[in-house]
C-alpha cells in the first residue's frame, strides 16, 4: 500500500487541527494521515477513503454527517 499511494508525495508536511484527541497532517497529492487517540469517532470529508484502520469500521453513512466515513477510536 505505502508504494501506491505515497510514493512520490515528497516529504514536506502541513500539520492539521482535526479536534481534540486527534493528531493529522496533510500531504501534496492530496494524501491526510489523522490518527484518532480520542474516545469519540471523528468524522470525514465525504470524499475521504480510509486505507487502513487498526479496529473494523463503522457502516457506511454512519457519520453525523449523511455519507461521511468515521475514523474510529484507536481503542
Do not use: H, K, Y
Amino acid at each position: 500500500m505505502r508504494r501506491r499511494q505515497v510514493a512520490g508525495l515528497g516529504e514536506e508536511l502541513t500539520w492539521v487541527d482535526a479536534g481534540p484527541g486527534t493528531v493529522c497532517f496533510d500531504r501534496a497529492g492530496g494524501f491526510r494521515c489523522l490518527v484518532n487517540l480520542g474516545d469519540a469517532p471523528v468524522d470525514l470529508s465525504e470524499a475521504a477513503e480510509i486505507l487502513l484502520s487498526s479496529v473494523a469500521l463503522p457502516p457506511a453513512g454512519a457519520g453525523a454527517s449523511a455519507g461521511c466515513p468515521l475514523v474510529p477510536p484507536c481503542g
